[in-house]
């Protein structure tokens, strides 16, 4: 299985934007579909949004659309997801994950890395 590194979260007001970033400690990402998936205390893992291998298609939970980008640069073997506008509610631990397909649902992904915390508070 990959070895997946989260990076990026911190904490930001709310409004703010922030960037994070999934890299392969010791494979490449680029014969993977990546997601990236956040878990609030209390509440199940959700999908927050994936890229396909060849990053030609994306998708995205209703909860974050027109907010957050995803992207990935195969060069850079690296992922990232580009959050603005960000609010309180979206307070959770990212995580990414590798898998086969785009897809919303952490049941097709079967690499995951250990997780950056997102904090948007006044």
């Known amino acids: 299985q990959l070895q997946l590194v989260e990076s990026g979260g911190e904490l930001v007001q709310p409004g703010g934007s922030l960037r994070l970033s999934c890299a392969a400690s010791?494979?490449?990402?680029?014969?993977?579909?990546i997601g990236w998936f956040r878990q609030a205390p209390g509440k199940e893992r959700e999908g927050v949004s994936c890229?396909?291998?060849?990053?030609?298609?994306?998708a995205y939970a209703d909860s974050v659309k027109g907010r957050f980008t995803i992207s990935r640069d195969n060069a850079k073997d690296t992922v990232y997801l580009e959050m603005k506008s960000l609010k309180p509610e979206d307070t959770a631990t990212y995580y990414c994950a590798a898998g086969g397909a785009c897809l919303l649902s952490p049941n097709y992904f079967g690499s995951w890395g250990q997780g950056t915390q997102v904090t948007v508070s006044s």
């Open positions: 890229i396909s291998v060849s990053g030609g298609s994306s």
């Open positions: 010791e494979f490449t990402l680029g014969y993977s579909a």
